[in-house]
Nanobody, 118 residues
Framework: QVQLVESGGGLVQAGDSLRLSCAAS????????MAWFRQAPGKEREKVAD????????YYVDSVKGRFTISRDNAKNTVYLQMNNLKPEDTAVYYC???????????WGQGTQVTVSS
């Protein structure tokens, strides 16, 4: 079955960096657009970034532009989210998701907690 497994979350201080990883199995990874979402307590889930199948095209929500970088390694079936200069408002559970097309986001990981202290 399809599995997306996130790792790399943790508790850091403002200004620190973290690198999230999402390892995919059970699907043809290279045909999926991959995305990172986050959900903070009491807030709606938002898409943080996505990356095209080839990795050439990316999208970022305005609040993370210039600080976060999404990348993928199709040979390793893994998508990454490099997060620099973290802020307390980045605190959330981060999820990776796989989209076969039309932004359906067919598959989701279990999430990894990122907590940024001030």
């Amino acid at each position: 079955q399809v599995q997306l497994v996130e790792s790399g979350g943790g508790l850091v201080q403002a200004g620190d960096s973290l690198r999230l990883s999402c390892a995919a199995s059970g699907l043809t990874f290279r045909i999926y657009v991959m995305a990172w979402f986050r959900q903070a307590p009491g807030k709606e889930r938002e898409k943080v970034a996505d990356i095209s199948r080839s990795g050439r095209n990316t999208y970022y929500v305005d609040s993370v532009k210039g600080r976060f970088t999404i990348s993928r390694d199709n040979a390793k079936n893994t998508v990454y989210l490099q997060m620099n200069n973290l802020k307390p408002e980045d605190t959330a559970v981060y999820y990776c998701a796989a989209d076969a097309g039309a932004s359906r986001y067919d598959y989701w990981g279990q999430g990894t907690q990122v907590t940024v202290s001030s």
